[in-house]
């Protein structure tokens, strides 16, 4: 029923931006931090951001600071990330997730992943 949907991905040259959405669904979006997380091949998951369920608090990994800003519109149960400054390490899955309990038990949902590729 959790749903995640991600978009916004696509190709760019270094310096450019992208702004990525994800579309939530099957769960009370407001109550609830979000994630931005991203991968490459042969790479580990890294997280990339995050945002408090009403958006006022917002943290960052240090390959990202000032160059990415996450937000989100609870009316439309959207989380974003814009992406500026792009540089070629930034190319990887982009991935929306969300984590909370059931039954005591920590859960975790992903959406399906955007593609970034930064190249020139």
């Known amino acids: 029923q959790v749903r995640l949907v991600e978009s916004g991905g696509g190709l760019a040259q270094p310096g450019e931006s992208l702004r990525l959405s994800c579309v939530a669904s099957g769960f009370d979006f407001k109550h609830f931090a979000m994630r931005w997380y991203r991968q490459a091949p042969g790479k580990e998951r890294e997280l990339v951001a995050t945002i408090d369920k009403t958006g006022s608090s917002t943290s960052y990994a240090d390959s990202v600071k000032g160059r990415f800003i996450v937000s989100r519109d609870n009316a439309e149960n959207t989380v974003y990330l814009q992406l500026d400054s792009l540089k070629p390490e930034d190319t990887a899955v982009y991935y929306c997730?969300?984590?909370?309990?059931?039954?005591?038990?920590?859960?975790?949902?992903w959406g399906r992943g955007t593609q970034v590729t930064v190249s020139s």
């Open positions: 997730n969300v984590e909370f309990y059931l039954r005591t038990y920590l859960q975790e949902y």
